[in-house]
């Protein structure tokens, strides 16, 4: 064959079952079920040491806020995946815009200019595709899923980065969510939260475009 | 014109063009083609709004073959 639609990465990972459809619905599940597990205990320590004895109400305090917290770390970390890496400009950053650009539709191509981030609408999804990550709106816009997934060359400026994953979504889009590394499910607005501001209405757009 | 591009850091580079009648210029892009898969790149052609095919040999009929490097779970 000297065409395919099979990600040709998917031979580094042999191990891996297909994030699929059904994967995406297990593990936004599992995610559900593991926010529970630490936020519910937490919240039912408060409410105990307060009925127990009012003056433990600053413990309580306390337990409240690690069931907050905790959550807001998890989505920090699937949020980080879709932040621009630090650095200084690159020179191939004008030209490497222009191929991106020439990739992608006249309403993409304008939020990709203002947030970073290029939409694109999947089997799975709307996929908001960044330097050194994506991020999966599954239909209906809940759970979000964050992947961390990036080119392999460190000196490809950022919107080469933002094709290399592009294109290799729309070769396989299976194939690519199961390459990148699943690094949180959860509630859409706690990962919008987390993201950098000019990001924000690139979620908004991809929320839309699920419903 | 077909055009074999690579994805690199100076954004991109245009390593061969080539028409369907022009035989010497789609060998040599066929030659550049097979370099670069050497090298670890990867042949895609853009189908339009939301595909792509990975190609292990260059399409004559192509109009842009872009190379890319391979990605992976960070």
């Known amino acids: 064959m000297a065409t395919s639609q099979t990600l040709p990465e998917l031979a580094t990972v042999p191990w891996r079952q297909p994030t699929d459809a059904r994967w995406l619905r297990r593990w936004g599940r599992i995610w559900h079920a593991w926010t529970l597990l630490y936020t519910v205990p937490f919240i039912g320590a408060a409410v105990a040491m307060v009925w127990l004895d009012p003056i433990a109400t ?35 950053e004008p030209v490497a815009q222009g191929l991106l650009g020439d990739l992608l539709g006249h309403e993409e191509r304008e939020l990709q200019r203002d947030t970073g981030l290029a939409l694109e609408r999947g089997e799975l999804g709307v996929w908001l595709v960044g330097e050194g990550g994506a991020l999966l709106v599954t239909p209906g816009g809940r759970p979000v899923h964050c992947f961390c997934v990036a080119a392999t060359d460190a ?37 919008r939260r987390r993201l950098p501001q000019r990001m924000r209405s690139a979620l908004d757009a991809a929320r839309r475009a699920s419903e | 014109m077909a055009r074999l591009i690579r994805m690199d850091r100076t954004g991109h580079t245009t390593l061969a063009e080539w028409t369907a009648e022009d035989d010497a210029a789609f060998a040599d892009a066929v030659r550049e ?36 490097r391979p990605i992976a779970g960070g």
Do not use: C
Request: glycine fraction near 8%; charged fraction near 20%; charge should be positive.
């Open chain 1, 58 to 92: 600053p413990v309580a305090l306390a337990a409240l806020a690690h069931a907050w917290i905790i959550p807001e770390l998890y989505a920090f970390r699937g949020a980080s995946v879709m932040r621009p890496k630090a650095r200084d400009p690159a020179p191939g």
């Open chain 1, 155 to 191: 000196e490809l400026p950022p919107s080469d980065r933002v094709a290399h994953l592009l294109l290799a979504l729309r070769m396989d889009e299976v194939g690519f969510a199961t390459v990148a590394n699943h690094a949180f499910a959860g509630a859409r607005w706690r990962v």
């Open chain 2, 33 to 68: 083609f097979g370099e670069q898969q050497a090298l670890g790149y990867i042949g895609t052609v853009p189908d339009g709004p939301g595909k792509a095919t990975h190609v292990r040999r260059l399409p004559r009929d192509a109009d842009m073959v872009i190379l890319r």
